[in-house]
Structure formats: structure tokens, C-alpha cells
T-cell receptor, first 112, second 113 residues
Framework: EAQVTQNPRYLITVTGKKLTVTCSQN?????MSWYRQDPGLGLRQIYY???????DKGDVPEGYKVSRKEKRNFPLILESPSPNQTSLYFC???????????FGSGTRLTVV | TQLLEQSPQFLSIQEGENLTVYCNSS?????LQWYRQEPGEGPVLLVT???GGEVKKLKRLTFQFGDARKDSSLHITAAQPGDTGLYLC?????????????WGLGTSLAVNP
């Protein structure tokens, strides 16, 4: 089944404790993105990758890191999480530019 | 500044009714995508429209892209409870590039049995 798989689905952590949210797609898509979704603010792009080793900042990149060492994987790293990073996070992939995204099921992160 | 305005923000209707939701902007987009998102899940792509004036149908859903490619509408005929969800539109400013999608805040639709 073609899909984007994110893990974990739910995560509660403490301020400052490094964490990684994994994302993997099995569709050989070139483009991958990370979004966060917050009430009243909608979907905001964190980082974007056009291909292996090619990443770029989105609208809200502060406090996040990403890497794209393999085409299928695009992990999101929070080096020192803070409570304002509590949010619902989505990974998404697209065959190429101009095509719609396939989204993962989301990761609900709570930082206390 | 919200570049894509979706209206209405909330809509609650009875099963069998028709409805239209709107996605408007003062900017021109090369293409526009519609998604439906259910609570606790990721958005699911419904359709992409790319040509001004284009109309696409997906069963009971009809999507239209404005002639000037600044707006779009989604019409649902004979709504069913399974249509309940958050409907999101997203516009791409550059042809062949969805790197900078502009997202609306969505229309939350509830279809009551």
C-alpha cells in the first residue's frame, strides 16, 4: 500500500530533551515536507526537501532540523524542544513539483 | 496575512442537502489543490485543478477553478455523513512547484444523519 508512515503517533516529552520524529514513504517520491498544524493558524511548512541531500527552510524552521540521506526517509529533529513546539505534525510527500501531497497520519507532540 | 480565504469557516447541514464552499484569493495561482481531513488524521488529496475555468467531478463533489485562477469552489450534492471533515484548499504560486503551497484555514463540515 502506497503510504507515508510517521512515528510515533503520540509523544509527550519534557523541555530540552532531544527527540526525532521519523517519516518514511514507499512511493519513490522526490519531494517531502514537514508541516505543523495549530488551531487558528492552519498548516505551516517547517522544512522541505526536493531530493536526497537537498533541503530548504519553510515558514517556521526555528527549533527544527531535518536530513534527507535516503530518498524514502525524512526525519524531523527537535534538538531542544520547548512548550511552543507542542503541535500536530505531518510529514508529506509528492511525486514532483505541481503534484498533490500524500500525508502521513500525524504525530501529536506535547512538550511540558 | 492569510492569502487563501476559505468560507464558510463552519457548516452544519442535514444529510441530503447540497452545499458549496469557497476558496478565494487576490493572488493568481498556477494550480489549486483540495484536501479533506478527518479528525486525528492527515489531509487526503481530493483533486488538483490547473486550468482557469476548469471543472472536475469526483462522484458527488464538483470542483471549479476560477477563470482568473484566483478562486475555487467545491460543491457537494446530496451530502452524506461520510462527507464530514475539514476541507482545505492549497494554492501553488509557481507551475510545477509545490514547494511554497499557500494553505487556507479550511471549512469544517458536519453532515448530520
Amino acid at each position: 500500500e502506497a503510504q507515508v508512515t510517521q512515528n510515533p503517533r503520540y509523544l509527550i516529552t519534557v523541555t530540552g530533551k532531544k527527540l526525532t520524529v521519523t517519516c518514511s514513504q514507499n512511493m519513490n517520491h522526490e519531494y517531502m515536507s514537514w508541516y505543523r498544524q495549530d488551531p487558528g493558524l492552519g498548516l505551516r511548512q517547517i522544512y522541505y526537501s526536493m531530493n536526497v541531500e537537498v533541503t530548504d527552510k519553510g515558514d517556521v524552521p526555528e527549533g527544527y532540523k531535518v536530513s534527507r540521506k535516503e530518498k524514502r526517509n525524512f526525519p524531523l529533529i527537535l534538538e531542544s524542544p520547548s512548550p511552543n513546539q507542542t503541535s500536530l505534525y505531518f510529514c508529506a510527500s509528492s511525486l514532483k513539483g505541481g503534484y498533490g501531497y500524500t500525508f502521513g497520519s500525524g504525530t501529536r507532540l506535547t512538550v511540558v | 496575512t492569510q492569502l487563501l480565504e476559505q468560507s464558510p469557516q463552519f457548516l452544519s447541514i442535514q444529510e441530503g442537502e447540497n452545499l458549496t464552499v469557497y476558496c478565494n484569493s487576490s493572488s493568481v495561482f498556477s494550480s489549486l489543490q483540495w484536501y479533506r481531513q478527518e479528525p486525528g488524521e492527515g489531509p487526503v488529496l481530493l483533486v488538483t485543478v490547473v486550468t482557469g475555468g476548469e471543472v472536475k467531478k469526483l462522484k458527488r463533489l464538483t470542483f471549479q477553478f476560477g477563470d482568473a485562477r484566483k478562486d475555487s469552489s467545491l460543491h457537494i450534492t446530496a451530502a452524506q455523513p461520510g462527507d464530514t471533515g475539514l476541507y482545505l484548499c492549497a494554492g501553488a504560486r509557481e507551475a510545477g512547484n509545490n514547494r511554497k503551497l499557500i494553505w487556507g484555514l479550511g471549512t469544517s463540515l458536519a453532515v448530520n444523519p
